[in-house]
């Protein structure tokens, strides 16, 4: 896996030693050697990850990586800080300024791959949402970007077997406003995860009963489980545990003794990418729902309904497909005489009244206009033409005010087609119901016609 790796260190030394290293793994490497450089380069180049020295002068690596967090151009770009100062307050400092890791100087080379493969991957993911977010808030169909989220009211579970470490852990992410759980092995972990949506999941690599890492590959193996972030907790000796649980793809980890800030910012920062990317997701989702439903009645448009008609018919139902095209009548003079939002409302009120009178398989869209369309597979030609003047009737019968002391009726024509040949495409039989509904308009209106001679005759 190639990424882009930018290196800021004002020591050209280090900066040589790291760059031939990643460069061996077959990263691109670009480097800056104080912190203005570093802001205009990942602005520009737009790396995968940046690997940002602490001590530089005029700008340090706190400042750096504050400007970097709040720029909407880089603030998604993983920041692993790197220094010689090992002090948790250092550590913490980092963390707080928006790092993603912090690494201490000699930098070990095996935990820096670690670390640098599982942020890489993570931002890929989660590049994939955020294009596609965009391209849906570029077209209108959803909300603004999403801002910097509470963690309060997060869920945790905590898995260890040693009660004293899990509960100092549970006590950490309670004062953070997480509401954490916890699992003695593997067993309960696996049955409060199948029941619980939970945003974070702290696993000790200590346990003494089960393996950790087989419950680590668990977790990623299972589609309820597989992006929950992972937080390990190990001991300084646990150096192998510590980089296998990270191919098995864990987040992010601690060695003990725990310092409790960098738990809650290191969870802290978990549950925000988390929340982030579930964000994304549910963006995604309600762009594909409002590129394929009618906003003003909530039924399925053209674009669906194409496609729907195509599945069906390609998948050759034994019992055929019929097809309703619906048309409210005398529908401009409603907008004409009581104006367009009444227009709206007649449409929303008939719209009910097919949705309320059609089976829990049909499907609806709104097909253009005052037009609708039913779609009922497995519906027979006698199916469709009782399921036609049921819904004629009701809307005929469907009490409508149209302005204060009016009552207005409301009534629909109807054509209906049926096809049981799989080469029938969907636009002949639209264009049959079509057809047949134009014929139930000029005999009247508020009647029902049939495709006659196009697949079989009620």
């Not at 409603?334 to 309320?356: I, M, Q, S, W, Y």
Request: with cysteine.
């Amino acid at each position: 896996m190639t990424a882009r790796i930018l290196i800021v260190d004002d020591v050209p030394a280090n900066t040589r030693l790291l760059e031939a290293k990643l460069s061996a793994e077959y990263y691109q490497i670009a480097t800056a050697q104080d912190g203005f450089e570093a802001l205009r380069l990942a602005n520009g180049w737009q790396p995968d990850l940046i690997l940002l020295d602490v001590m530089m002068p005029d700008m340090d690596g706190y400042e750096t990586c504050r400007r970097l967090k709040a720029e909407a151009a880089t603030h998604h770009i993983p920041v692993v800080m790197v220094t010689a100062l090992g002090e948790p307050s250092e550590r913490l400092r980092g963390l707080e300024s928006g790092a993603d890791d912090f690494l201490t100087k000699p930098v070990e080379y095996d935990t820096l791959l670690a670390r640098v493969k599982s942020l890489v991957r993570l931002k890929r993911m989660l590049d994939e949402w955020r294009v596609r977010g965009e391209t849906a808030r570029a077209l209108g169909l959803t909300l603004e970007a999403p801002g910097i989220p509470s963690v309060a009211g997060a869920r945790a579970l905590v898995v260890d077997d040693w009660d004293l470490g899990a509960q100092l852990v549970q006590d950490a992410l309670a004062r953070e406003g997480v509401l954490p759980g916890r699992a003695a092995g593997e067993a309960e972990a696996m049955a409060l995860t199948a029941a619980i949506p939970f945003d974070l999941i702290v696993l000790s690599l200590s346990m003494a009963n089960d393996d950790p890492l087989r419950l680590a590959s668990r977790l990623r193996a299972q589609d309820s489980t597989h992006d929950i972030p992972l937080l390990l907790i190990a001991e300084p000796e646990q150096r192998e545990r510590i980089l296998r649980g990270f191919d098995l793809g864990a987040n992010d980890w601690l060695v003990r003794p725990v310092d409790e800030n960098e738990l809650r910012v290191r969870a802290r920062n978990q549950i925000r990418r988390k929340f982030y990317q579930d964000r994304l997701r549910a963006d995604l989702g309600q762009a594909l729902e409002m590129a394929l439903t009618d906003p003003l009645t909530g039924f399925y448009n053209q674009r669906y309904l194409m496609r729907h008609l195509r599945g069906l018919m390609s998948a050759g139902l034994p019992n055929g497909v019929s097809v309703l095209m619906l048309d409210v009548d005398h529908f401009k003079s409603v907008n004409d005489r009581f104006g367009h939002p009444v227009g709206d409302k007649a449409l929303k009120a008939v719209a009910e009244t097919l949705r309320g009178r059609t089976r829990v398989f049909d499907s609806i869209a709104r097909y253009g206009g005052e037009e609708f369309v039913v779609v009922m597979p497995g519906a027979s030609p006698v199916d469709a033409r009782n399921a036609a003047e049921r819904l004629r009737a009701s809307v005929e019968a469907m009490p409508f005010q149209a302005g204060p002391n009016v009552m207005h009726t409301i009534t629909i024509s109807i054509g209906a087609a049926y096809t049981n040949k799989r080469e029938t495409t969907p636009e002949q039989i639209l264009q049959a119901a079509d057809a047949a509904m134009y014929r139930a308009k000029a005999g009247g209106r508020n009647r029902v016609e049939f495709a006659e001679d196009f697949d079989g005759k009620a």
